[in-house]
């Protein structure tokens, strides 16, 4: 079975600074996705970014970048400029692409923010 | 509406019942999840339909929980003879085949 590592229970960044949240994965798939989820105290989950693995290039949206290592089996979530409206619990998820295998999480990191 | 709309959004029971929480998640989505959450916590797999395909079940903390998927869509999981660590917050969340999760907002259960 697929397992989701996240090292990191809690980190902290001040604010306006770079944090990266780690987060490794183990499979035998060749062709996956990998995302980050957001869970501000709202609880409502919120998808942040995704990376198909085929792809080589590292997934950005806006402030939010990813550092894919496909051989490493890592993919970490970069966070620059961090905000105050950026605190919350970040999941990372894998799904294979091939039959009907499930998501699977990581544990999570909650990342506080300093103002 | 354009979401997945779970029901209903706090439920206080008393040790002992049966309590149903349902979930309608996007037209047309085949895969459908339940997940529990403890307060501050990660996110525990239950439970996972994807379209015709016999759920996966291996979440299911005991034989209390069990949950279905009617006509493909709307989605209830029953807890019975509930128990005070059964309090958690119960998410649905429903997706296309391989495509990110869209989540509800979730059923807060609180057992006294």
């Known amino acids: 079975a697929q397992t989701v590592t996240q090292s990191q229970p809690e980190m902290s960044v001040q604010e306006a600074e770079t944090v990266t949240l780690s987060c490794t994965y183990d499979?035998?798939?060749?062709?996956?996705?990998l995302f980050w989820y957001k869970q501000p105290p709202s609880r409502q989950m919120i998808l942040v970014i995704r990376q198909e693995a085929y792809k080589q290039q590292n997934a950005t949206e806006n402030r939010f970048s990813v550092n894919f290592q496909k051989a490493a089996k890592s993919f970490s979530l970069k966070i620059s400029d961090s905000q105050l409206g950026d605190a919350a619990m970040y999941f990372c998820?894998?799904?294979?692409?091939?039959?009907?295998?499930?998501?699977?999480f990581g544990t999570g990191t909650r990342l506080t923010i300093i103002p | 509406g354009a979401g997945v709309s779970q029901s209903p959004s706090n439920k206080v029971t008393e040790k002992g019942k049966d309590v149903e929480l349902r979930c309608d998640p996007i037209s047309g989505h085949t895969a459908l999840y339940w997940y529990r959450q403890s307060l501050g916590q990660g996110l525990e797999f239950l439970i996972y339909?994807?379209?015709?395909?016999?759920?996966?079940k291996s979440g299911l903390p005991s034989d209390r929980f069990s949950a279905e998927r009617t006509g493909g869509s709307v989605s209830t999981l029953t807890i019975q003879r509930t128990q005070q660590e059964d309090s958690a917050v119960y998410l649905c969340?429903?997706?296309?085949?391989?495509?990110?999760?869209?989540f509800g907002n979730g059923t807060r259960l609180t057992v006294t």
């Open positions: 969340a429903s997706s296309l085949a391989y495509s990110p999760l869209h």
């Open positions: 339909f994807q379209g015709n395909s016999a759920p996966d």
């Open positions: 499979t035998s798939e060749s062709d996956y996705y």
């Open positions: 998820a894998y799904i294979s692409n091939f039959g009907n295998e499930k998501l699977t």
